[in-house]
């Protein structure tokens, strides 16, 4: 098993935003913002040096949390720090942007990295849907719309024009071609069975983010049988699972921890408007919602896309025992691991870098 | 030009060129189509909007691969639209159209603007014969389930008859960077009667070629994405190649 930073970037005083989101720029000091960058790339490269060997990147928008708005910027700026790992767009939320763009941008990102992209795309939390004006009901044709033109975009030798249901461009014709020939490897960031179907019926690997052994079981065991079925076997480095992790020289240290975090676990749940949160969970499952047949709305809002806490909590026998448990039961080959929990300072996450580099990594590769 | 949801009346008769005869469908006015069809069936939609705003033939050959179609397609069209036309053709019909372009005469070239759709003279999939009728049918359609009247479809040996490609047709090929007038080139992204490489082959060889993606259509792009195909159509009959330039406002609210 392989382990990959998320290089998250998050702003250092992201322990005082509120739980809402967006969060409002006023938060913002220039100079904490521009600490937190130099901060959150030193991580990468510390990472880099401990033995991970992937740093990947992930788009999420209107917060300090993880503040990576265009994940390609990132890379590129930390592929000229880091220059052995692989770079992990896990990556861009494809419903929200010109898939010729980020076609654009993989290619670039490709060839500056001499090799070391891995594509990953994904359709984005509820409420991402909202940065960019996109209809909730139609996030997921456009993913596998934007995939086929991605994939296209990416390998077809000649210019052509793109003739779709949501996308139409008369004129395609990405430089520069990624370096990793015919695609760099790629994988479907998602839970949902139409997009692991997708994932395995056109050869490409799976990451799915935060949820418990037993759900991510179900998930890939749907996933490898249809691989098989599709006629090909996913290697490892294709199954990837993402997870929040604090990792401690004890398990006791670590249930302190959480045990002294306001309500015993992180603040990261992204609260939306009640009213806006119930349209968009009814338009993404193809649903009406009427706001005229609502009487009230929560007062805190409701909340999607909420954490399941902390993935791995504990000491390295602890955190390399369960991650097997992911390798064993899921076929997981690389772990994606947020350490940026809130509260927690750049020289506590580098201390956490340091312990997993020293103690986990040599476990975790045995397997 | 004719109410965009009226129904179009499509009037038939049947031409003769040479020995061969050819039932032809005639409507609307304006600039002169010419279109050759392999079958009708699921390009009701592009031959109405076609219709309402040019004046378009349809020619149906019982047998398009028949020696002389070619000679027979200049014949008629000449007859029927005089020295100038578009040409279109669909699947076999695309064939037929790149034949009458490079296989007759060459002064002057017959047609101002060529298109064609989801042609499979050249590169086509080596694996096509015998196959039954529904594996015909999932060869020519990426979504069968989509399709209502899938049943009107023709028998599965006639299917072979309608969309193999003529033998000779592969040495089109070496002949396609002589076609001088502006082409459009659409397959769907989903076609599995050609192999991959065939759209980038016609992009790559005819010089003022632009090859069109339809996107999640099988081989009858006009059947699965009609709307898609015929946007791409008539936007190069009225532009060429200056169809590539987006002429539709960004206004939202002045």
Partial sequence: MKASYLGAMGYSERHLFPDSWPIPPAYHDPQLSVQSYQDGMAECEFAEEMGFEWISFSEHHYSGRIATGNPAVMAAAVAERCKKVKLAMLGPLLPLNNPVRIAEEMGMLDNISEGRLIMGFLRGTPNEDQVYGVNPAEG???????????RKALTEPQPFSWEGRYYQFRTVSVWPRPVQQPMPPTIMATRSDDTVKYAADNGLGLGVSFVPVEQMERITDKYFTWCREAGWEPQPDQVVYRGSIYLAETDQEAKDWLNGLDGGEPRRAIALDPNVARVVQ????????????????????????????INFLGSPDTIARRMKAFHDRCGVGVMDLFFQQPGLTHAEVMGEIELFGKEVIPRIREF | MADANSRITFDEYILEAGNISVDCREAGSGLPIIFLETICWGHRYLYEALARQYHLFILSFEDAKEDGAEAAVRELAKSLAGDTYTLIGSSQGANLALRTVLRTPMEPEPAETLILIGPNAIRPDPDLRDLDWVGWSRRLLAHIERQSNLRDLPGGWELEGLFLPKDSDAELETWLRE????????????DRMISPDTPSTYRAAIPNCHVS????????????RPEAVTSAVIDFVENRETFVVTRHGGVINP
Wanted: proline letters at 3%.
């Fill in chain 1, 282 to 309: 009814a338009a993404r499952a193809g649903e009406e919602f009427d706001l005229r047949r609502v009487l009230a709305g929560s007062p805190q809002g409701d909340v999607v896309g909420r954490s399941l806490g």
């Fill in chain 2, 179 to 190: 076609i001088s007038c502006p082409t459009l080139v659409a397959f769907g992204t989903r």
């Fill in chain 1, 140 to 150: 997921r044709a456009r993913l596998f719309e934007g995939m086929d033109l991605i």
């Fill in chain 2, 213 to 224: 993606l339809v996107y999640d259509a099988g081989h009858l792009v006009a059947a699965e």
